[in-house]
């Protein structure tokens, strides 16, 4: 999976939100829950795509452990819409999120989403405060969920 590469002119702090967005990813394309709830912070939040909230790096494993137990998780495909600097101790990244079922090839598009994943530094560390996985299923706009579907397409 390809993702995105901050050009040249990138700030390094681009290049750590990039870099704690990639392991979350990776860790729930690993079905990971330690991988993916590491870059958390102590009192980082995480909504779920069904609107589910957890609060709390130990919270997060553990709901990740139960889901990864117990279901089959399609994997991430994503792209990088932006990342930008919210405050000098603060970033955010956008990213398109689509996911592939297990023992499949194509995206699902019911499965579309948005992210929105919200960095601070504590203490010169960057971590996660917020990680938001809201459905981008546009209601009586089919074409908009093909175009969506289409974009996270050239990420294969």
Do not use: C
């Not at 991988?35 to 995480?46: K, R, T, V």
């Not at 919270?59 to 932006?82: D, M, N, W």
């Not at 297990?102 to 203490?123: C, D, Q, T, Y």
């Amino acid at each position: 999976m390809d993702f995105y590469s901050p050009d040249q002119s990138s700030s390094t702090d681009e290049n750590r939100v990039l870099a704690l967005y990639q392991k979350v990813i990776e860790g729930w394309n690993k079905r990971e829950a330690d991988l993916m709830s590491e870059p958390f912070a102590p009192d980082g939040e995480m909504i779920g795509f069904d609107g589910t909230q957890f609060t709390g790096k130990t919270e997060i494993q553990k709901h990740l452990q139960e889901v990864f137990a117990h279901h089959p998780t399609p994997s991430y495909v994503t792209k990088i819409r932006s990342i930008r600097r919210l405050s000098h101790g603060a970033m955010i990244l956008r990213a398109l999120a689509g996911m592939i079922p297990a023992g499949k090839a194509e995206l699902k598009p019911e499965l579309n989403a948005h992210h929105s994943f919200v960095v601070v530094r504590i203490e010169e560390v960057w971590q996660v405060v917020l990680f938001q996985n809201t459905p981008a299923q546009f209601h009586g706009r089919p074409e908009l969920v093909q175009q969506f579907t289409n974009e996270l397409k050239t990420m294969l």
